[in-house]
């Protein structure tokens, strides 16, 4: 059974940080991409980071660029999103994805992604 379960989350003042945690376990396949994205209420989901399964190609949002940082370690199936300078805007609740094997191409896509977690909520108050 596929479980990607985020862990992290919490309520920050602006300008804060908090890190988030993502971790993949029960994929037959080895070699996929994970990216984080962010759905805030009345929203559609959006893209916030994401990184191939090398750890060499890293994507972000243009909201994000220079704020936050992913990372991947530990035989490369569990994954970082650090977030520095938070604002409110940045408030949403934030999923981990894991895509298909080997796929390097379009990773700031939802529709790129196989298995989802459920979710960690990021609260900034101003």
């Known amino acids: 059974q596929v479980q990607v379960i985020e862990s992290g989350g919490g309520l920050v003042q602006a300008g804060g940080s908090l890190r988030l945690s993502c971790a993949a376990s029960?994929?037959?396949?080895?070699?996929?991409?994970m990216g984080w994205f962010r759905q805030a209420p009345g929203q559609e989901r959006e893209s916030v980071a994401a990184i191939s399964w090398s750890g060499r190609n890293i994507y972000y949002a243009d909201s994000v660029k220079g704020r936050f940082t992913i990372s991947r370690e530990g035989a490369k199936n569990t994954v970082f999103l650090q977030m520095y300078s938070l604002r409110p805007e940045d408030t949403a609740v934030y999923y981990c994805?894991?895509?298909?094997?080997?796929?390097?191409?379009?990773?700031?896509?939802?529709?790129?992604?196989?298995?989802w977690g459920q979710g960690t909520q990021v609260t900034v108050s101003s």
């Open positions: 994805a894991a895509g298909n094997q080997w796929d390097t191409i379009g990773l700031l896509s939802p529709s790129r992604y196989r298995y």
């Open positions: 029960g994929l037959t396949y080895s070699n996929y991409p």
